[in-house]
Structures are given as structure tokens and as C-alpha cells.
């Protein structure tokens, strides 16, 4: 759950709609991958999360969010456009830097 959420009257009534969460740090960004129920609690969604903190002019904090809701129906879909424009990048854009090994006792 994020801090505003916990700060909201009406937690209880979102908490169950909660089922899972893997937050992922990356950088300055959290990723938040969490599967919802519908209103029903008969159906589920995935929802992503892009979450960045930003400092304000007053010194204080506070967290820029984009969030896409994902529903069962696109999940194939969407998983085979990202992995193939995963491949795209890394195969055509992205230079990895390949070391060498080194002997240590040779310097």
C-alpha cells in the first residue's frame, strides 16, 4: 500500500480489494505490480505503477505517479509486446559493456 492510501477513510474498503504486490526499486523510480480484485471480488487486474520522488521548491517530497490497469484479456498480448520491444532495445540499441577478464597479479 502507498502512505496516502493508508491515510484515506476508506482504507479498509480498498485494502481488500488488494490480493498481491511486488514493489521493485530501480534508481529514483519504484515499480508497483499489484493484482486487484474487481468490485465483485470476482475478477482480477493486474495494475502498474511507475512511482518517482521529487523534492519540492519548500524542501519537502512528494511522488509523481503513472499507473496503466491491465486486464486479463490483454495480458497475452501485452507480454508479447513487451518482451519483443525488450529484444528490439537490447539486440539494436543498447551497447553492454563486455569486461575482460584480468589477471590482478599482472598489474
Do not use: C, W
Not at 20 to 37: E, H, I, L, Q
Not at 40 to 47: I, K, Q
Not at 60 to 89: C, N, P, R, T, W
Request: net charge negative.
Amino acid at each position: 500500500m502507498y502512505k496516502e492510501d493508508l491515510e484515506r477513510q476508506n482504507f479498509a474498503d480498498r485494502n481488500s480489494e488488494d490480493v498481491f504486490s511486488k514493489p521493485v526499486r530501480a534508481g529514483k523510480r519504484t515499480y508497483f505490480f499489484d493484482v486487484k480484485t474487481t468490485k465483485g471480488n470476482n475478477d482480477y487486474y493486474l495494475t502498474i505503477t511507475e512511482s518517482k520522488r521529487r523534492q519540492e521548491a519548500d524542501g519537502s517530497f512528494s511522488f509523481d505517479k503513472h499507473k496503466i490497469f491491465l486486464y486479463k484479456e490483454d495480458f497475452d498480448k501485452f507480454q508479447e509486446g513487451l518482451a519483443e520491444v525488450i529484444a528490439y532495445m537490447r539486440e539494436n540499441l543498447i551497447k553492454e559493456d563486455k569486461f575482460t577478464d584480468v589477471d590482478f597479479e599482472e598489474l
